[in-house]
């Protein structure tokens, strides 16, 4: 089985660790409270032995109170504060989109808003314009991509758009490009043909059902590619296509010996070294779990915020500690 150079994930184990640590939180709030509770019972019971020891029980109970009301306290603003640095750093991780082919502007523009309330952050979106024919747009496509791969207009106006974003953002920092279907393909002509190695080392790139799957020969920071299993486009891509028939073996391989349930499987692609994930259709309709608005790639959206979030905290805590030593 480890000829097949698969690496299976959970998604259970990824959701688990933001429970655990969601319940870590609620519980130290919890035992703070019960200490508040258990202080004020002592001291209540201390004051009705006599008068002088009233004073003495009241005086106890206000350092109680002090003391838990500063811990709180501290608790907030250092909450407050890591929010603060988490807002400050928000500049030097911007998000961009682009659509897949028969999306009108409503739609693309409703994507977007789904976006940017998954992500809490500012999307700049790039409108990969539809003919309003599914099978002109797919025929366009196909012809982009065989006949016109290095003079095709949108995909040097895509070029420009994420050029544009890199120069809003300060030197460290990195644009996330989030490309769905058909805009996946302008995406991998632009990198190929209108942008160089200094922009595409700064853009991390998910893809989701992507119509030709990217790799790090043209974008060097993270990238990951997403797939449901049912997906048609992956008959279209070679890549995938080849992956998901090894998973499809393992799959069978292992469910003759062991009972497995996982609907998450991340492959990584050997030669570029690149993340293919391939997740299990929600919906079981092909068309909806293609759709960006569908169940399958909402999750995937979701997963992308939670990585997103991580390195936003990651950069605040880096930056605040680099402050406090100086």
């Not at 409270?33 to 019971?45: D, F, I, K, R, T």
């Not at 065989?146 to 995909?155: F, G, Q, S, Y």
């Not at 040097?156 to 300060?170: F, Q």
């Amino acid at each position: 089985f480890g000829f097949f150079n698969l690496l299976f994930v959970p998604l259970l184990e990824k959701k688990s660790n933001g429970f655990n640590a969601s319940l870590l939180a609620q519980t130290n709030v919890t035992s703070l409270n019960a200490s508040a509770h258990v202080l004020v019972n002592v001291c209540n019971g201390s004051q009705q032995l006599t008068n002088d020891s009233t004073k003495v029980a009241k005086n106890e109970s206000e350092l109680g109170f002090n003391i838990i009301h500063n811990a709180t306290s501290l608790s907030l603003i250092t909450s407050r504060t890591m929010n603060e640095d988490i807002n400050s750093v928000r500049r030097f991780m911007r998000i961009s989109f682009v659509n897949g082919i028969y999306h009108s502007e409503e739609e693309w523009q409703k994507i977007t808003v789904s976006l940017q309330e998954v992500f809490g952050q500012n999307v700049k979106s790039f409108y990969n314009p539809s003919s309003g024919n599914w099978v002109q747009d797919a025929t366009r496509a196909g012809y982009n991509l065989v006949l016109r791969p290095n003079d095709l207009e949108v995909a040097n106006s895509l070029a420009s758009h994420l050029r544009g974003i890199l120069s809003e953002i300060p030197p460290g920092g990195r644009l996330l490009h989030i490309a769905h279907s058909a805009g996946a393909l302008l995406t991998y002509l632009a990198a190929k043909h209108h942008l160089n190695y200094n922009e595409t080392s700064r853009i991390d790139v998910v893809t989701f059902g992507p119509a030709r799957s990217i790799t790090r020969k043209y974008f060097q920071g993270r990238l990951v590619n997403y797939y449901a299993t049912n997906d048609p486009v992956v008959l279209l891509d070679k890549r995938a296509g080849h992956l998901i028939r090894k998973i499809n073996s393992a799959l069978h391989w292992i469910s003759e010996r062991w009972m497995v349930n996982t609907s998450y499987y991340n492959v990584r692609d050997a030669k570029h070294n690149t993340s293919f994930v391939f997740l299990t259709a929600i919906a079981n309709n092909p068309i909806l779990d293609h759709s960006m608005e569908g169940p399958t790639y909402r999750l995937a959206m979701e997963i992308e915020a939670a990585d997103f979030h991580r390195r936003l905290e990651e950069m605040a805590f880096s930056n605040s500690r680099k402050e406090a030593s100086e």
